[in-house]
Structure formats: C-alpha cells, structure tokens
C-alpha cells in the first residue's frame, strides 16, 4: 500500500519538502529526486545502533515504498504496516505499534527507525545547536527578610 501525497487540484507533492513531483518513480515513492537522495544519505549517517539490520531494512523498504507520511504535527509521522493493514503514529521518541506499547521504554520499532531516518537530515542540526539552559536565581540566606523587603509577607502573616 503506497499512500502518495496529493492536493486537491490532483498535483502530487513532495511529502519532505512540498515541491510539485513529476515522474512517475517520485509520484510512486512520495518524495523528490533530491529529497530519496537527502534521506539515504543522513540515513547512512545517523545512529541506527538500537534497531536490528532487519528493522533498519523494513524501514528504508517503507521510505521506499512512500509508507512513511508526515503529519500535521511536527516530528509525528503516519507509517503503514509492513503488511499494509494499519497505520501507526510514530514519533522519533514513541511508536503506537504493538512493540511500542508493550514495554516501557518503548522498544525500538522499525516504524521508528524509519522516522529516525527520515528526520536524520534535520537531527545534526538541531543536536549541535546550543541549548541555553536557565540559570536558577540565587536563593538568599535569610529567605523571610527578602519577602518582607518585598512587602510579600503581609499576605502570610500568621495572626
């Protein structure tokens, strides 16, 4: 079951980038020429150390195959099932498949995997990028004569 991207005008769309597609192995696969190119290539890049060689193939297989489709949620994507009969939400981080609601932490499904795979291209970016962590505000020794400073006291007043 291959699930291909459409507007309702009947043009076929991208599902990573949105460009309008043209030949028939585009319109078949759901992605772009350069967009198959991009996600083989972070695929190759990208840390698949928790998944099986049988999980990372099933999932390039559904790449492949246009099974992987975005959302309208950021990162959540809609995977077919490798026998086409259902369709998980999955996540880089969750999956609704059976494997993913068994056991906490999810186990590491294909359907994962081929999100991970998808998203690879973006991940580096996001993951290299620093993160401002807040910095806490000093807490003073005497914390009840800093509410009293305030004048914040008079609503704790203990009569």
């Not at 769309?13 to 996600?39: D, F, H």
């Not at 994507?77 to 259902?86: M, Y």
């Not at 690879?120 to 004569?145: K, M």
């Amino acid at each position: 079951m291959t699930l291909i991207a459409t507007v309702s005008t009947g043009e076929h769309r991208c599902m990573r980038c949105g460009r309008r597609l043209r030949t028939a192995k585009s319109i078949a696969a759901g992605y772009g020429a350069g967009c198959r190119a991009r996600i083989r290539a972070a695929a190759k890049l990208a840390d698949l150390s928790q998944w099986t060689p049988v999980q990372v193939e099933d999932a390039r297989q559904a790449i492949e195959d246009g099974a992987v489709v975005p959302s309208t949620r950021e990162g959540v994507f809609h995977v077919v099932s490798s026998d086409g009969t259902e369709v998980h939400l999955t996540h880089r981080n969750g999956c609704n498949c059976a494997n993913g609601l068994r056991t906490l932490p999810p186990r590491p499904c294909w359907h994962r995997c081929s999100v991970a795979m998808v998203l690879a291209d973006v991940a580096p970016a996001l993951a290299s990028a620093p993160v401002a962590v807040p910095v806490p505000p000093a807490v003073p020794d005497d914390i009840w004569a800093a509410l009293d400073a305030m004048g914040a006291t008079s609503v704790y007043a203990v009569a």
